[in-house]
C-alpha cells in the first residue's frame, strides 16, 4: 500500500528531448518529486527549457548504457529520497538498417540503451518498491514493438525485447502491488527521425546508388520522414498520455498512445498473420523496385 503521506518520486530518463522533455514539462506542475536524468552532454538542455533544481527536483545524469551511472542515480534515489516510486524508461535510440547491414557492436549498442539499460534501472527500483508494496513501472515501447519494418530490424528488435520482458514482469510484480505499463506511440510529429543512426554499413550503402539495398534505404527514410512530418501526435500528446497511464489507479499492461498505434495494434490483431504480412509487403513504399539488379 502507498504510504499516505509520502510524495511519490519519479524517475525519468531520457528527459533532454522529445517526449522525455515534453513529459518532464508535466511533471514540474505535478504533486511529485522528481530525478529528472539526461546524458551529461545534455544537461544543459533543462535550463535552455526553464527547468531548475528545487527541493523536489533533481537533474541528474544518466547514460543508461553505464552502469556506474546507473547505480549512482539509484543510490541518490534510495538515500535521499527513499527509493523510485515511479520509473519511467524513455531514453531510447534508432538504428537504421537492413539485417546485412548489422554488426554485432551495433546490436549490443541499441539493446543498451532500448532493452539492457532500462531492465537493469528496473532491477535496481524493485527492491524498495517491492518493500513499499507500492510502484509504477512505464517502458515507452513503440509501434515498432508490435510490428517490424524493413530497415528497422534492430530497433524492433530492441522493443520486442523490452514488451516480452516487460510482459513478464507485469505478471511476477503484480503480488506486490507494483504496476507495470507499456505505452505504444506511433509516428509522431517531431524531430526525433532526424536523430535515426545508420551503422558502419548502412550509412554508406544508404547513399551509394549501386547499393543493393540503397532503394530499400530511400523508400524507407523517406517513407517514415514524410509520416512523421504528417503525423497529428505531438510529442506533448503523448506526454500527456503517459502522465495518464501514470495516474490510473489500474492502468493497463499495454497502451497504444497515438490513433496509428491503435489502428496497427488493432490490424496486428484483426488479420490473419499470413495475409497481414502480405498486405503489408504490398504496402511497402516502392518495393516493386527493390530487389531489381543493376548490374
Ligand atoms: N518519436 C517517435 O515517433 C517515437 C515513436 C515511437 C516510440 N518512440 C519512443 O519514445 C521514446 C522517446 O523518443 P523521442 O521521440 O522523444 O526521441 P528523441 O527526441 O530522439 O529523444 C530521445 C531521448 O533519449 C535520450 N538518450 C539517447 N541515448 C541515451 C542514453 N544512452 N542514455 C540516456 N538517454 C539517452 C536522448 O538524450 P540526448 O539528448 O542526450 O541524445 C533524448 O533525451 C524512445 O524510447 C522512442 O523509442 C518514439
Not at 519494418?149 to 530497433?155: D, G, Q, R, S, V
Not at 547513399?207 to 520522414?225: C, D, K, L, Q
Request: proline fraction near 5%; charged fraction near 25%; hydrophobic fraction near 40%.
Amino acid at each position: 500500500m502507498a504510504e499516505t503521506n509520502r510524495k511519490p518520486v519519479v524517475l525519468l530518463t531520457g528527459a533532454s528531448a522529445g517526449i522525455g522533455l515534453a513529459l518532464a514539462k508535466l511533471l514540474v506542475r505535478e504533486p511529485y518529486r522528481l530525478m529528472l536524468t539526461a546524458r551529461s552532454t545534455s544537461l544543459h538542455r533543462f535550463a535552455e527549457a526553464g527547468i531548475h533544481e528545487s527541493e523536489c527536483l533533481r537533474l541528474c545524469p544518466l547514460d543508461v548504457t553505464s552502469e556506474a551511472d546507473r547505480l549512482r542515480v539509484i543510490e541518490e534515489a534510495n538515500r535521499v529520497w527513499d527509493g523510485v516510486d515511479i520509473l519511467i524508461n524513455n531514453a531510447g535510440i534508432a538504428y537504421r538498417a537492413v539485417c546485412e547491414h548489422v554488426t554485432d557492436p551495433d546490436r549490443l549498442e541499441q539493446l543498451n540503451v532500448n532493452y539492457r539499460g532500462p531492465m537493469d534501472l528496473i532491477r535496481l527500483v524493485l527492491p524498495r518498491m517491492r518493500a513499499r508494496r507500492f510502484g509504477r513501472i512505464l517502458n515507452i515501447s513503440s509501434v515498432g514493438g508490435m510490428m517490424a519494418m524493413p530497415t528497422m530490424a534492430l530497433y524492433s528488435a530492441s522493443k520486442f525485447a523490452l514488451e516480452g520482458a516487460t510482459e513478464a514482469l507485469w505478471y511476477e510484480v503484480r503480488p506486490f502491488g507494483i504496476h507495470v505499463t507499456l505505452v505504444q506511440p506511433g509516428f509522431i510529429r517531431s524531430e526525433s527521425f532526424r536523430n535515426t543512426r545508420y551503422t558502419q554499413l548502412s550509412g554508406p550503402a544508404s547513399t551509394h546508388v549501386e547499393n543493393p539495398y540503397e532503394a530499400h534505404y530511400r523508400h524507407m527514410s523517406g517513407f517514415i520522414a514524410r509520416f512523421m512530418e504528417r503525423a497529428k501526435s505531438t510529442p506533448e500528446d503523448v506526454a500527456h498520455h503517459i502522465l495518464r497511464m501514470m495516474q490510473l489507479s489500474r492502468p493497463p499492461l499495454r497502451s497504444a498512445a497515438t490513433f496509428d498505434a491503435h489502428l496497427f495494434a488493432w490490424l496486428r490483431r484483426l488479420l490473419p498473420r499470413r495475409l497481414y504480412h502480405e498486405v503489408l509487403y504490398r504496402s511497402l513504399p516502392g518495393v516493386r523496385e527493390w530487389g531489381r539488379s543493376r548490374d
